[in-house]
Structure formats: C-alpha cells, structure tokens
C-alpha cells in the first residue's frame, strides 16, 4: 500500500513539473490577462511574471529533489545522509521563493499570500530534515552496537 502512494507522489511530482514547464511558456498571456481581468496597472504584471520566474528555478530544482526522495523510499531507503541532503535543497528553494515574493510582494502586496506559507514551509522541511538526521544517527548506532 506504501509504495502505491509514494508512486501516486512522485506522479504527482511529475505533473507539477510539467505544469510548470507549461507555466514558462504561458505566464506572459496568464498575467495580461489577469491583470485585464483585476484592471492591473502594467507595472503590477511586470511584477507578477518577474515573481514566477524568479520562483521557477527553485521550484524545478525542488521538484528534482521531490522525484529523488521519493525514489529513495520507494527503495526502501528512507534514512540516508542523501535524503537529509536533498531535503535541505528542498527547504532552501522553499527560502528562495519566500524571498522572491516577500521582495515582489512590495509591488504586488498579494504575493505575500505565497511568501508567507513558503516560509512556513521551510521551516517544516528544516524540522523534518532534523527529524531524519536524528534516525539516521540512530540507524548508524545501532548497527554498530552488537
């Protein structure tokens, strides 16, 4: 049952990415016509797509990350040194993204609604990443105990 979820995740991580790549190509036409639709100054939509592709590096690389822990488990290999690693990647773009939108959101003041969750974000990935060193510890101590 475990591995049918984390292959659901990792088709889920699928798609988002290419929902993302489809984002590269349609974020001009999406914010004009957003902006349209709110009656948006033009600066506020130069903002808008600045925002998403300033986010769009991040957010690919933490899908990458995403993909490679979720291997990991489906492996059975959960607590690794790698997927501590991959996890603190995957805490920074969270970073990488508040402070995007956190600096936009002074031009566009509801992008704080993105910043603020990714911060909170980080900071759960960053627990969670303690989480996993402390058992890899323990996994690494208990197999040296005889």
């Excluded at 969750?117 to 208990?142: G, H, T, Y």
Aim: glycine share 2%; hydrophobic share 65%.
């Amino acid at each position: 049952m475990q591995n049918k979820a984390v292959k659901l995740s990792a088709a889920a991580v699928v798609l988002f990415f290419l929902v993302l790549l489809a984002g590269m190509v349609l974020a001009p036409r999406v914010a004009h016509l957003y902006g349209a639709w709110r009656a948006l100054p033009q600066s506020a939509i130069r903002v808008l797509i600045a925002a998403f592709y300033g986010c769009v590096v991040p957010a690919m690389i933490a899908m990458v990350c995403l993909f490679l822990l979720l291997r990991n488990i489906r492996l059975e290999r959960p607590f690794l040194e790698e997927n501590s690693r991959l996890m603190a990647i995957i805490s920074w773009c969270c970073a990488a993204v508040a402070v995007v939108t956190l600096v936009s959101c002074f031009w566009y003041m509801p992008l704080l609604f993105v910043s603020a969750p990714m911060a909170f974000i980080f900071l759960i990935v960053r627990v969670v990443r303690n989480c996993f060193i402390a058992a890899i510890q323990l996994k690494e101590e208990n197999r040296l105990t005889i």
